[in-house]
């Protein structure tokens, strides 16, 4: 599976800094057919195939500041295995469940098929953290 690049959501940056507690919020990450950056929405993945729409539980590792700097890490790896026809995505999308908030995305540059017994795993950096804000 290539590396994904992550990208915020436009809309993510103002909630990031007036309304979220990242350490204790609830997250989820969710995968997606098709991203609107500018406006903070996508499309997930239909039910069935090996992915549940709901996303997964991803639990906080740690949440810090350090010099001006706040980091949050996520636990790792998310994974869904595909059955019986599978699935297909392009986007693993980060979610803050306890605002509602589509914070980012990681976008793997094309769409990526998972047949069955094929594994489709989103691996979060564990030292640099989902996203850091200054």
Not at 29 to 48: P, R
């Amino acid at each position: 599976m290539p590396t994904a690049s992550y990208n915020k959501f436009t809309p993510a940056i103002e909630n990031l800094f007036e309304g979220i507690n990242a350490g204790s919020d609830t997250w989820v990450i969710k995968l997606a057919t098709a991203v609107n950056q500018a406006a903070g929405t996508f499309t997930e993945v239909a039910n069935g195939g090996g992915y549940t729409t709901g996303g997964n539980a991803a639990a906080v590792s740690s949440a810090t500041q350090s010099g001006g700097t706040y980091k949050l890490v996520l636990t790792s790896p998310t994974a869904w295995t595909g059955s019986g026809g599978g699935f297909s995505a392009q986007y693993a999308v980060l979610v803050d469940t306890t605002t509602s908030t589509n914070v980012g995305y990681w976008d793997y540059g094309s769409s990526q098929s998972v047949a069955a017994g094929e594994t489709f795993t989103v691996t979060l950096d564990g030292t640099n953290g989902v996203f850091q804000a200054t």
